[in-house]
């Protein structure tokens, strides 16, 4: 599947912006959307103190984890389950790969899942000859367009149901004016045959409960039961930061994060998964396989900072008012989790130099931090890798020229003034090409015009 | 070093820099107005608003008569396993692949979510794959709260539970609501008895 990298993002957001301005239309409106219902989601909650208490449960979770790491291992294993370790997206894959050649795997079906994303499954089993379908309506849209997920919860939202009729119309065959009814319908019918004949199942994990084993999957369609219940084997994805200590505190957080992401007061379907099917039970794996994917968390939850977006619970809230998000989708982005968590996770994940300039991909206007229901401070995450990004000298030379030079500049009130007069002259009245930073500046953005008259004139004018 | 010591080993280096902090308590549920006082109020409200049906019977004798009627329109039915004699229909058996109509029995149902509790013992497929899906619900089984729920199926966990909330549906397609993706489009909980009397 065809991405670009974190590195891309602003030639690629300018390209979408210049060449697909519907993407920016359609992600605008369905983010709107989803960030109406939340808001009036929240209203019938105390989100506040809801908001508080996940926070405060997270934040345990993550400063006893290895605590809850061995238990949730325990309780898997005593459930019947195998669990995998990984501290990489090889390892993560062996295990999968392993499965696979044991059980002689031909086919796979996968319920939405952004950590597949992250660690490249759908192109590791199909180099491995394993057919494998998306089911997810919306993953399964974009499988056949080729094209990575957009949101972490809308995964095709950049696409119009006009796109959605070209496409289903010669891959499955339907009219060229089908209704959304109708094309949902011939989709359900080519995946109905791929669920039943599936040997393997693989999904996410939007919670796990140590105290219990129970994986917690959060859908709308039926598809994640269906790919959990149908196939002899179920292999589940699970980043190592999405345990819950106690089964009680599931309930809350079930609830939270459905309301943060579409306003729903849960998703309509729900999966609390204990292990493979029972000796009393007709149905179900015969084999579960938990694999527990480190891939840059541990880095993370060492630094002093950043361990706190580990609280994320990928509800999509962030993507959703971001008014950055808004204009491209995710695909500008680059890898698997876009907008504002994204860019703070990306350096956790990817390095910091692998995931510039993403830190700086917001106005910090503090949209995100105000609906994260787990009150992960996103803006101070941002610039805490900005920080770090010019202390580590990643950003550009003549950036930090530039910087240095204005900061000689600021700090001499006389030559600020004459430095000043000089940038309404000649250079920025070329739209700012001229200079070294500023043409790096303006080659992705709109062209830089200087007021003809300083602040401090103004200022002693008397600003009306 | 294999991947288990690896990253617990990470983990703990981690959280050894940090500040432990304590669990907050358990989950109070905080609202600005209180859930209805009568749990299948509530239940009913939230089911109904995402689409699904919900239908009241005094008695299982009453119904099993309205089971008779609706499941004479379909050609056949999948029944959970642990569908009480008393509530199957008259109705060929079908499996769960080709079944029009699904019978389901739930563990429960939560008020404060919209949701029926359904057990992988009754039978997963029958839960997901025919396009109707009856489930049954007794009447005393119908809690506030998603936490009473899960408090009540905490000691006897099947190797699945399903929470159901409504019918099967998605926006993916330019953002318009459409149901029956994949799981039922369909879904009628019948909830049956009265309150302190069973079923």
């Known amino acids: 599947m065809s991405r670009s990298r974190p590195s891309g993002y602003s030639a690629e957001s300018s390209r979408i912006l210049r060449d697909d301005p519907g993407m920016r239309a359609a992600v605008t409106a369905a983010t709107r959307t989803f960030d109406d219902h939340r808001r009036d989601a929240w209203t019938r909650i105390d989100a506040d103190a809801w908001r508080s208490w996940a926070e405060g449960v997270k934040s345990h979770l993550l400063t006893h984890l290895d605590t809850y790491l061995e238990q949730a291992e325990e309780r898997l294993v005593a459930n019947g389950a195998h669990v995998h370790w990984a501290e990489t997206t090889d390892e993560a894959l062996a295990a999968l790969g392993a499965v696979v050649d044991r059980h002689g795997v031909a086919s796979a079906v996968k319920g939405k899942s952004m950590l597949s994303e992250e660690l490249g499954v759908n192109d590791f089993l199909e180099a491995r000859g394993v057919h494998v379908r998306e089911t997810d309506l919306g993953e399964y849209i974009i499988q056949l367009l080729g094209e990575p997920p957009s949101h972490i919860v809308g995964p095709a939202i950049h696409r119009s149901v006009e796109d959605c009729r070209v496409l289903f119309h010669e891959r499955l065959g339907t009219a060229m004016d089908a209704s959304p009814d109708a094309l949902a319908a011939a989709a359900r019918e080519a995946l109905r045959e791929e669920f039943v004949t599936a040997d393997l199942g693989m999904s996410g994990g939007n919670f796990l409960v140590a105290e219990t084993g129970t994986l917690a999957l959060i859908e709308n369609e039926g598809n994640i039961r269906l790919s959990t219940s149908a196939p002899r084997v179920h292999v589940a994805f699970v980043g190592i930061e999405k345990l819950l200590p106690r089964l009680d505190d599931l309930s809350a957080f079930l609830q939270l994060t459905t309301r943060a992401a579409t306003g729903q007061p849960i998703g309509n379907f729900v999966s ?14 015969e084999e579960v396989h938990v694999v527990l994917v480190d891939n840059g968390r541990t880095r993370l939850l060492a630094d002093d900072e950043a361990w706190e977006a580990l609280r994320c619970v990928r509800c999509g809230a962030c993507l959703n008012i971001c008014p950055v998000y808004r204009q491209t989708g995710g695909h500008a982005y680059g890898w698997a989790y876009s907008g504002p968590i994204g860019s703070i996770l990306a350096p956790g994940f990817l390095g910091l130099e692998e995931s510039l300039p993403l830190p700086y991909a917001s106005t910090l206007c503090g949209a995100c931090a105000d609906v994260c229901p787990v009150r992960i401070p996103i803006p101070d995450l941002l610039l805490k890798w900005r920080r770090d990004a010019v202390d580590e000298k990643l950003t550009p030379a003549a950036e930090r020229l530039g910087m240095a030079a204005y900061a000689t500049a600021a700090t001499r009130p006389g030559l600020f003034a004459v430095g000043g007069a000089a940038m309404r002259g000649t250079p920025l009245a070329l739209g700012g090409r001229a200079l070294p930073v500023l043409k790096d500046w303006v080659g992705e953005r709109g062209p830089l015009v200087p007021s003809p008259k300083s602040f401090r004139r103004l200022w002693k004018e008397g600003i009306e | 070093m294999n991947a288990r010591d690896g990253i617990l080993g990470r983990v703990r280096e981690a959280v050894a820099r940090r500040e432990r902090r304590e669990h907050p308590g358990s989950f109070q549920g905080w609202r600005p107005e209180p859930l209805p006082e009568d749990a299948l109020v509530g239940f009913t409200q939230l089911f109904e608003a995402a689409g699904g049906e919900v239908l009241r019977f005094e008695s299982e004798a009453a119904g099993r008569e309205w089971l008779h009627g609706f499941a004479a329109a379909f050609a056949g039915v999948a029944v ?120």
């Not at chain 2, 642990?82 to 509530?87: D, E, G, M, R």
């Not at chain 2, 039978?123 to 009447?139: A, D, E, I, K, N």
């Not at chain 2, 089984?141 to 909330?165: C, F, K, M, W, Y």
């Open chain 1, 272 to 285: 609390l998964i204990q292990g493979p099917r029972r000796a009393d039970e007709v149905d179900g794996p």
């Open chain 2, 80 to 199: 959970g396993e642990t569908v009480p004699a008393a509530l199957r229909p008259d109705r060929p058996a079908l499996p769960p692949e080709t079944a029009p109509l699904g019978v389901s029995m739930a563990r429960g149902a939560v008020a404060e979510t919209g949701s029926l509790v359904l057990d992988a013992r009754d039978g997963r497929r029958t839960q997901l794959l025919p396009p109707t899906h009856v489930v049954f619900v007794r009447r005393d089984e119908v809690v506030a709260t998603l936490q009473e729920a899960l408090a009540i199926l905490r000691d006897d966990l099947p190797s699945a539970v399903g929470l159901h909330s409504g019918p099967s549906k998605s926006a993916d397609i330019g953002q318009i609501l459409v149901k029956g993706v994949h799981g039922p489009g369909r879904v009628v909980a019948a909830v049956v008895g009265t309150v302190g009397t069973g079923p």
